[in-house]
């Protein structure tokens, strides 16, 4: 056997074990999700093979659609707070953390700032939810019960959680720069706010396509923090449903709606086509872009 060939061997072997895992808890629901949404199950013949009746139904019949586009357009608005407050915070903190001024204890309040997205979504929930209680909380006013804050309120809760993510990959991007640009527009007379904004900051732009992207993915694929503020029926009157308490008050059934096991993976397979559509689109247009420029 040759040395190549060998390699390979060895390569096949180190790699099967997580294909595996990935293949049967990844690909295998997926693949059974699509096709669960080409039949009906419900009936006692079995399952029927409806085509896109599902889909149909998804998007014509007045309640599941009003639910549908509802948590569609809360997810929507979810993301965009994420990316108006995770960015530019994510951003300062980074900028802060690379500065002169806290380079004594940056070790520290790297890990302070982190520590946050380490923790369970369960106690970050049940944490929030006791200080913002009106009656013994630090607020009097009810947030997660007016239909106008509620969401907005959800989404900075998990902003704090999760700011520390966007924080060091800006952090590294910083910490890559290279330091004799930096010192050629310090010897040219820059001074601080104008190597960061004129030098620094125009290196690390690759970045923020890359953060914007993967909080999409997790802000569409959410479900944990406001299940555990509000349960499977985030009210009041729905104003924080998004597609994930969408889809399992569909397919497991809860507040009163029954199970439909093909409805919810139809529910399924179109929050995979959308995120997999955006994604290839940002992949296809901005990273094509910048392959081109770069070359």
């Not at 093979?49 to 998007?59: A, K, P, R």
């Not at 308490?245 to 409805?263: C, I, K, M, V, W």
Request: proline fraction near 5%; charged fraction near 10%.
């Amino acid at each position: 056997m040759t040395r190549a060939a060998s390699a390979r061997r060895s390569l096949a072997l180190f790699v099967a074990p997580a294909l595996a895992i990935y293949l049967v808890f990844a690909v295998l629901p997926l693949a059974t999700s699509i096709v669960m949404s080409l039949f009906d199950t419900s009936g006692r013949a079995g399952a029927v093979f409806i085509g896109l009746g599902n889909y149909v139904h998804l998007f014509t019949q007045p309640v599941v659609s009003a639910r549908f586009w509802n948590a569609l357009l809360n997810n929507a608005k979810y993301f965009a707070i994420h990316v108006a407050v995770e960015v530019p915070v994510g951003l300062l903190l980074a900028a802060l953390l690379t500065s002169d001024a806290v380079r004594r204890a940056e070790g520290v309040y790297r890990t302070l700032l982190f520590i946050p997205a380490t923790l369970s979504v369960v106690i970050v929930g049940f944490i929030w939810r006791l200080i913002l209680n009106p009656l013994w909380g630090l607020v009097g006013f009810p947030l997660l019960g007016n239909q106008m804050t509620a969401l907005p309120t959800i989404s900075l809760m998990s902003v704090w959680q999760y700011i520390g993510i966007p924080m060091v990959f800006l952090y590294s991007a910083l910490l890559a720069v290279p330091r004799d640009v930096v010192e050629a527009a310090r010897i040219d007379g820059a001074g601080p706010w104008r190597i960061f904004w004129s030098v620094k900051f125009p290196l690390i732009v690759p970045q923020f396509g890359l953060i914007v992207i993967l909080t999409f993915i997790w802000t569409f694929n959410g479900f944990d923090l406001v299940f555990a503020l509000n349960g499977s029926a985030p009210g009041p009157n729905y104003s924080t449903d998004i597609l994930g308490t969408f889809f399992y008050r569909t397919f497991f059934g809860s507040s009163g709606q029954l199970a439909d096991l093909d409805l919810g993976a139809t529910v399924a397979t179109v929050i995979f086509t959308l995120m997999l559509a955006v994604t290839a689109g940002y992949f296809w247009i901005v990273q094509r872009r910048l392959k081109v420029h770069v070359a």
